[in-house]
């Protein structure tokens, strides 16, 4: 803090939870963390998601949620960030080899590990052709695309289509497209 000695505290008057600003302050705060204390990059696909790389091999993903993360690595980059991690009041840490985040489960394996939507995709209802009406046509697309801008890139081509859509122009070939994504999300694990 500029103008006091590097040791020093200050007393905040006022918390930032609640404020406007508050998760702005956060994810900088938080940010700035990744970036200069773990000596983490920035994925260019999805700005939630933080990873360290050593000798061309990625060891250390951290993915953020709001105010929570999911961290895996190896223990190298798990030991730095306990350490690190002290100067913020965190919650006591869980180690899972299965565990749900953000709507989607995460297994660790031996080596890797692996991030499906399955138990979402599974819970897509098909659209009964016979039976359209305006807010069925108007979620259509809403349904695709969280699973398409997370995991499965697959169905990416059938969510823009489907996002073009009004109301009063779908037709049901929009139902049947939406259909035959349900199908294949779930034939496809």
């Given at each position: 803090m500029v103008g006091h000695p590097q040791d020093s505290y200050l007393q905040a008057l006022k918390p930032i939870y609640g404020l406007k600003k508050s998760p702005g302050y956060w994810w900088q705060t938080y940010y700035d963390y990744q970036i200069s204390d773990l000596e983490l990059k920035q994925s260019s696909l999805d700005p939630c998601l933080f990873f360290k790389k050593k000798d061309g091999k990625i060891i250390g993903l951290i993915g953020n949620l709001v105010d929570d993360a999911i961290i895996t690595g190896n223990e190298e980059l798990i030991n730095h960030e306990a350490q690190k991690?002290?100067?913020?009041?965190?919650?006591?840490?869980?180690?899972?080899?299965?565990?749900?985040?953000?709507?989607?489960?995460?297994?660790?394996?031996?080596?890797?590990?692996?991030?499906?939507?399955?138990?979402?995709?599974?819970?897509?209802?098909?659209?009964?052709?016979?039976?359209?009406?305006?807010?069925?046509?108007?979620?259509?697309?809403?349904?695709?695309?969280?699973?398409?801008?997370?995991?499965?890139?697959?169905?990416?081509?059938?969510?823009?289509?489907?996002?073009?859509?009004?109301?009063?122009?779908?037709?049901?070939?929009?139902?049947?497209?939406?259909?035959?994504?349900?199908?294949?999300?779930?034939?496809?694990?």
């Open positions: 991690c002290q100067r913020f009041d965190v919650k006591k840490k869980v180690e899972y080899f299965l565990m749900k985040f953000g709507g989607m489960t995460i297994a660790e394996e031996e080596y890797d590990f692996s991030i499906s939507q399955q138990e979402y995709a599974n819970s897509l209802q098909k659209i009964s052709v016979n039976s359209l009406n305006e807010r069925d046509l108007k979620h259509l697309p809403g349904q695709l695309a969280y699973i398409a801008s997370s995991t499965r890139p697959d169905v990416a081509f059938n969510y823009a289509w489907l996002s073009k859509v009004k109301a009063s122009g779908s037709s049901v070939e929009h139902v049947k497209m939406h259909n035959s994504s349900v199908d294949h999300l779930k034939k496809n694990q």
